[in-house]
């Protein structure tokens, strides 16, 4: 397999993304991007939204289907960028640019895989998905297409692993938290102060354990990221606002969490979404089992990503880059980090003998 020549269209392919502006729900442009190159190819494409998909072209009912995806959107450049986010240049073998890490590198590289694969037959169908709102974990991404595309028997979801594969993914639940007291002035012994219920509250989200820790993923974790009450120095507020990151185990479903979080607190509670529970893919599947014999580590991710929307199919994440260099100034992936990751790709994916999930 000549990973040369695909290594050199997915840089191309990256730098000519890293170029366009693509923020969550404002993709069009690199969805034109990822639609031409796969015409470019000879595939017919399918897209819906800013979301663009290709089966592979001697597609045959009755086979297995292995989903290829990643995601088109990136985050906002932060204030401490020392160059431009939107050129992409590559020095001694850092390809930098806004979205290269994350995920662009993933996305090329998969599409190169895609191209690569079809070189073979293979004992499987393929569709390649560029998909939208990943970043915001957005109803106008992979959600909006999975019953379009049909039926789908095991996925890779392109994100930088160092080309680890993460078998299991934490999943999220954001909760607007809401104490409530009474009014009074500050100089009196007046009213019920709503921080010092919040207080209580966030102490018990600090310090609660629950009881069942994962192998991989490790326990249920709770964090306040955001706090705001009070108006005048004078005034006890009656409202103390704050917002609970929570990452759950595959052991919790965000519906099970939220109810014991429901039970102890005195603020009210509201969450925001319940759709992004923990996901994964079992250690015996045929595609994890293929990677540990090529010698690929295998973890728990603590991150979330499209893994926890995508319904009645296994995943895995997977893919060059860091995620520690994700949403960072200067972002950059290695040029050798993409040869590497088709390589990869390419290797785990010939051959595999997949059977249709039931």
């Not at 595939?43 to 939204?49: F, I, L, N, V």
């Not at 089966?55 to 990643?70: A, I, Y």
């Not at 709770?222 to 103390?240: E, L, R, W």
Request: hydrophobic share 40%; aromatic share 8%; net charge negative.
């Amino acid at each position: 397999m000549n990973f040369e020549k695909y290594t050199e269209i997915a840089l191309q392919t990256l730098k000519q993304l890293i170029a366009i502006p693509s923020f969550s729900k404002d993709e069009s442009k690199v969805a034109d991007v990822m639609e031409q190159k796969l015409k470019q190819f000879a595939y017919a494409t399918h897209r819906k939204g800013n979301n663009v998909w290709a089966f592979n072209k001697d597609f045959k009912k009755g086979k297995p289907v292995l989903l290829l995806n990643s995601h088109l959107d990136t985050v906002k450049p932060n204030e401490n960028w020392t160059r431009d986010p939107f050129q992409p240049e590559i020095i001694d073998n850092k390809l930098y640019g806004l979205g290269s890490n994350d995920a662009g590198g993933c996305l090329v590289s998969l599409f190169a895989t895609f191209l690569a694969l079809e070189e073979i037959n293979q004992h499987y169908n393929i569709v390649f998905v560029a998909s939208a709102e990943e970043e915001i974990s957005g109803k106008n991404g992979f959600e909006l297409i999975q019953e379009e595309i049909g039926n789908i028997d095991v996925g890779i979801v392109g994100e930088p692993t160092l080309m680890e594969m993460a078998i299991a993914e934490k999943g999220l639940m954001v909760l607007d938290c809401e104490a409530k007291g009474i009014p009074g002035h500050a100089a009196r012994n007046e009213g019920i102060n709503a921080i010092e219920i919040a207080m209580k509250d966030i102490e018990w989200i600090h310090s609660y354990q629950y009881a069942l820790a994962s192998e991989l993923l490790g326990p249920v974790k709770m964090t306040v990221t955001q706090i705001n009450a009070g108006k005048q120095h004078n005034v006890i507020p009656a409202s103390c606002k704050f917002v609970v990151d929570v990452r759950t185990n595959e052991h919790y479903t965000n519906e099970k969490a939220f109810a014991i979080i429901q039970e102890k607190l005195e603020s009210n509670v509201v969450a925001r979404s319940f759709r992004m529970n923990s996901s994964g893919i079992p250690l015996e599947h045929p595609l994890v089992q293929n990677g540990i014999n090529l010698g690929m580590p295998y973890y728990g991710s603590p991150t979330t990503s499209d893994q926890a929307i995508m319904k009645g199919f296994p995943t895995l994440k997977l893919g060059p880059g860091d995620s520690a260099r994700s949403h960072t100034a200067d972002e950059f992936i290695y040029s050798s980090e993409i040869k590497d990751g088709i390589e990869k790709y390419f290797n785990l994916l010939n051959g595999l003998n997949l059977k249709i999930n039931s």
